[in-house]
């Protein structure tokens, strides 16, 4: 079935450091790829999307490409900030799991120093 | 966008009990979700419940232990029943306003459970 598999964390990085959190997935079909964010105390949050190979998906700086060749979707900043402290998940959607039901990394955890 | 609200947002309970636990959307959708987050691991689909007909239960889960209820278009309740210390984690609702493809799904802060 379809996975997706994420750095473990947590990755501990001082402020406008470069980051990377790595993100491979296996799927049949052409799934979208997600990354979500959780900062303490609320709930998950989209926080950008891919929908087709070479989509280049970006939001508050951050941007992670679609990788049909290498199964990829690695999340990227260049100058990341203290309040991107939070747990940043990888998804996909779509593919042959019917209803475009998400399945989930476990998620990568984000200390940012100042 | 749609705004989840959960109750409780956490509680510790003995095993052998049940605890129900409330999902509210501030407006309607149609698509609404149970997923389970266990301490270092990914979010597992429990259930999808649609309004006016029966939870779909995932591989792994029945609805036995884990009855949904879902009476209407912005309301939605998960019951974790007889409750061991395997239960203990993150419960999370979540919600799509259609039936529109992922990217509109949103989620809730969460329940925290632990059993003793």
Known sequence: GNSVTQMEGPVTLSEEAFLTINCTYTATGYPSLFWYVQYPGEGLQLLLKATKADD??????????????????????????????????CALSGGNTGFQKLVFGTGTRLLVSP | SAVISQKPSRD?????????????VDSQVTMMFWYRQQPGQSLTLIATA???????????????????????????????SNMSPEDSSIYLCSARPGWQGAETQYFGPGTRLLVL
């Open chain 2, 12 to 24: 510790i309970c003995q095993r052998g009990t049940s605890l129900t636990i409330q999902c509210q």
């Open chain 2, 50 to 80: 649609n309004q006016g007909s029966e939870a779909t239960y995932e591989s792994g889960f029945v609805i036995d232990k884990f009855p949904i209820s879902r009476p209407n278009l912005t309301f939605s309740t998960l019951t974790v």
């Open chain 1, 56 to 89: 280049k998906g970006s939001n508050k700086g951050f941007e992670a490409t679609y990788r049909k060749e290498t199964t990829s979707f690695h999340l990227e900043k260049g100058s990341v900030q203290v309040s991107d402290s939070a747990v940043y998940f």
